[in-house]
């Protein structure tokens, strides 16, 4: 069922006005985003019209934009991802840790996405490996998928990094090592490991000239300013959080489906739409028990540029894998991980048969729908359905 108000009502509301006033300032990616979700699902993308095979009922179904930052696209996607990973999942306990960058960083990031998200990447993967592959920690090869999230809850800019490590690992002799049930690696190492790396490389991209300023921060691309800047993040701890080990394969399925594919609001949070406000749920982590669920209302053209904060660049992978489960070594090393562990093989899923009709059932009697007509873009039906309700819900 449609979410009473969403985010292509606001942008479609809202959306011309913004675009009008910011011309010149906006991204051909963010002027794509904006496009997507306001005509996902519309007439714009075409559709078709089906038909119930037993009573009749027909009902329009128009086609979704399948932009990674629609919200109402991400609920597909994010099921088609966990179907294939369903045969990387080892029968252990699965870690969650965070690397989040300081305030000064995520500054920076601004008007350097590409490189300082790339950046974050891999230096939190490389503290992960390097950890957990010494001798005095693990000793061992690890797994990892790791997810950038760039927004906090009330959609400011935050970028971080989620990972789902299993617990524990390939010995360089090729035996299986488990890690302790409810400790993985020491997050106060990790953090001064993961600054380090990060501020290095961060310092080598300044003196190759590759990060740019712009307005306020124009003067970090003076090298002593830019040291300055930096000086008292590293002395400062660097927050890197573990959390408890799910409890089974299921779990973290689970876990992933919720965070993969999110994007920096869901329809579901948001409350009140007026035309020129916008009021929605988010959580306030400097409260605790029922005071940390509030509700926050912003102007509209507020709301779309913490939106469009978050718009990745154009080919920028969100969701990376390392170790283990990196693309190279993940089809010989987790079968192995698998046979050490005596672990059954996992189903099949490329000789698994796809279900017949994946279109929602007839609201009316239940029974199967099939497609009568198929219009293009920017077309409508010849006639209307036989009955006035519709369903905007994504073709196959």
Not at 160 to 176: C, E, N, S, Y
Request: with cysteine; charged share 20%; aromatic share 8%.
């Amino acid at each position: 069922m449609r979410a009473t108000i969403e985010v292509a009502d606001i942008f479609r509301a809202a959306g011309p006005a913004y675009r009008a006033a910011h011309a010149g300032h906006l991204s051909l990616e963010q002027l794509k985003v904006m496009s997507a979700i306001e005509t996902c699902r519309t007439a714009a993308l075409g559709g078709h019209v089906e038909a119930c095979s037993d009573c009749g009922h027909q009902r329009i179904a128009y086609n979704s934009c399948r932009n990674r930052h629609c919200p109402r696209c991400q609920g597909a996607a994010a099921r088609a991802w966990l179907d294939a990973q369903q045969a990387n999942l080892l029968p252990v306990g699965h870690f969650h840790v965070v690397f989040t960058l300081p305030a000064e960083i995520a500054d920076i990031a601004f008007h350097n996405k590409a490189l300082i998200y790339d950046l974050l990447f891999k230096a939190a993967s490389q503290t992960m490996l390097t950890i957990a592959g010494d001798p005095k920690h693990l000793g061992a090869r690890i797994g990892i998928t790791a997810v950038l999230h760039t927004w906090g809850s009330a959609m400011t800019h935050h970028p971080h990094i989620h990972m789902i490590v299993p617990g524990g690992g390939l010995t360089p002799a090729g035996q299986w090592i488990s890690s302790r049930p409810a400790f993985l690696l020491p997050v106060r190492v990790l953090g001064v490991l993961f600054r380090r790396l990060f501020l290095t490389r961060l310092l080598e991209l300044h003196g190759a000239g590759k990060l740019v300023f712009f307005g306020k921060r124009a003067d970090l691309s003076d090298r002593r300013v830019f040291l300055r800047h930096l000086a008292p993040i590293r002395r400062r701890r660097w927050v890197v959080y573990a959390k408890a080990p799910f409890a089974g394969p299921e779990a973290v399925l689970a876990y992933l489906s919720r965070y993969t594919h999110r994007v920096a609001i869901s329809n579901s949070r948001l409350i009140a739409f007026d035309q020129t406000s916008v009021t929605f749920r988010y959580k306030n982590y400097r409260c605790s028990g029922a005071d940390r669920q509030q509700v926050m209302t912003i102007a509209a053209n507020e709301f779309i540029r913490r939106f469009l904060l978050h718009v990745l660049p154009r080919g920028f992978h969100r969701i990376r894998h390392y170790g283990l489960l990196a693309g190279s070594a993940r089809k010989v090393d987790i079968p192995y991980a698998r046979e050490l562990l005596n672990a059954v093989p996992p189903p099949d899923h490329a000789t698994a048969q796809d279900p017949s009709d994946v279109r929602p059932p007839c609201p009316c009697c239940g029974g199967p729908m099939i497609v009568i007509e198929v219009f293009e873009r920017g077309r409508q039906p010849r006639g209307p359905p036989n009955t006035m309700a519709t369903n905007r819900e994504n073709a196959p």
